[in-house]
């Protein structure tokens, strides 16, 4: 909060945290997340949580997110299996979700009581908010909802919108966003303005520059212009773009990094075909998920960021901005507001594979043209998205909805 409020001020945030100890009192909270693997949205919770050992988390399905909570030093309960979130779309019509609201309404029962030996409700995700909402009102707990999606026509359908932003009005006490884009959205969707708050995602910032040539043989990657791509596959993150963006620059060699977490195997297997009858499959390197982003990202020329649909924040466009590496990003979504309106890095329109083909070839034509913007965008990211950053902004937030309550 402090550093949402001096950023708003025009302050430099990483310089404006809350003080551990002038905070008093610890709440102790219910962190509720859907879904055991880990995407952004896990890994920011991973990094909230250190600052609340003791509290408690409610997920509802099991994965790497509930050890990651435990080593955190949060008690962890697993929903009874068979609640069946991860086959529920988000845009689900209600109509069809209504086979499953019996197993929900015992979902409901066991959150309640969860809910009842703590003092506030952290809802991670879109679905731990719905179905954390009456619950945490059951039992008369506050409910913050932090919403790592972007509530827009691209990724909701109307009735899906409304419903959020109304039963965001009425049940959460605070809605937490990763971007002015993110929030904005909230709010055309009918989400109340003084509800929402921006908490720009935090990272790990320790990344130590590291030259390129020497991280690529320890990695076994080929010298050579080399960009990459790295997020889980799925359709509106757009490696497809790349792929196609890779066909219109010869020579250049592209890592794929990330799997397809939620389900996008028919994409990812598309990926693959795509390169093949673009006559690129010998310079598509797919990695696989991988734990070293932040080196492979040192290691490679750029960093394309192709998503087709706005992202709400967009954690590896910082990383790669920590990694020192010149970024090429859509426009949709956070990332303008993250490269300072595109004078940090390249900003393309969405779905335009020729952009991104003549952003890259002026990069790798003119490497020491972008090193000024690169090391300015490095600078930004250390001084805006830090973790501990957004530990204390997160920590102010949580302990104010526990007070009014
Ligand atoms: N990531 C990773 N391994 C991979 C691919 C991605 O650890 O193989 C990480 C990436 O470094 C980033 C996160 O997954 O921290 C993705 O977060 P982001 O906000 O960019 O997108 P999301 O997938 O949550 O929409
Ligand atoms: C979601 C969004 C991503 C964001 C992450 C963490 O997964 O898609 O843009 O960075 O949450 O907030």
Request: hydrophobic fraction near 50%; proline fraction near 7%; charged fraction near 20%.
């Amino acid at each position: 909060m402090a550093g949402t409020l001096a950023t708003a001020a025009g302050l430099d945030p990483a310089r404006a945290t809350v003080p551990v100890e002038t905070r008093g009192t610890r709440p102790r909270v219910l962190f509720v997340s859907h879904t055991g693997t880990m995407s952004g949205a896990e890994l920011v919770l991973r990094d909230v949580v250190r600052a609340w050992p003791g509290s408690a988390a409610f997920l509802f399905e099991r994965g790497p997110l509930a050890e990651a909570l435990r080593e955190a030093g949060l008690s962890v309960q697993l929903a009874v299996p068979g609640a069946d979130l991860s086959g529920l779309r988000r845009d689900v019509s209600p109509l069809r979700a209504l086979p499953v609201l019996g197993r929900l309404a015992r979902l409901g029962l066991d959150l309640a009581r969860a809910a009842r030996t703590c003092d506030v409700v952290y809802a991670n995700s879109q679905k731990a908010f719905l179905l954390a909402a009456l619950p945490a009102r059951l039992v008369g707990r506050p409910l913050i909802w932090h919403l790592h999606d972007i509530l827009d026509g691209a990724h909701f359908g109307r009735a899906q919108r409304i419903v959020q932003a109304r039963l965001a009005n009425a049940c959460a006490a605070r809605v937490i966003v990763p971007s002015q884009a993110a929030a904005g959205a909230f709010v055309r969707a009918g989400g109340r303005r003084d509800r929402v708050t921006v908490v720009p995602n935090g990272l790990d910032l320790t990344l130590d520059p590291r030259p390129a040539a020497a991280l690529r043989a320890e990695l076994g990657l080929p010298g050579g212009p080399l960009v990459g791509v790295f997020s889980r596959l799925a359709p509106w993150k757009g490696q497809d773009v790349v792929i196609e963006a890779l066909a219109r620059v010869p020579g250049l060699r592209c890592v794929v990094v990330g799997s397809a977490l939620f389900g996008e195997d028919a994409y990812a297997a598309g990926l693959r075909d795509l390169a093949a009858a673009r006559g690129v499959a010998d310079r598509v390197l797919f990695l696989g998920q991988r734990s070293d982003v932040p080196r492979l990202m040192q290691a490679v020329d750029a960093v394309v960021h192709p998503s087709v649909d706005p992202e709400p924040f967009g954690r590896t466009l910082v990383e790669a901005m920590l990694a020192g590496v010149p970024v090429v990003a859509t426009d949709a979504g956070a990332s303008s507001e993250i490269l300072d309106g595109g004078a940090l890095g390249t900003l393309v329109p969405p779905r335009r594979p020729d952009r991104i083909a003549a952003a890259l070839a002026e990069i790798l034509a003119r490497p020491a043209a972008f090193a000024g913007r690169t090391r300015l965008a490095r600078e930004r990211a250390l001084a805006r998205y830090g973790a501990a950053r957004m530990q204390d902004d997160l920590a102010a937030l949580v302990r104010q909805v526990a007070a009014r309550a």
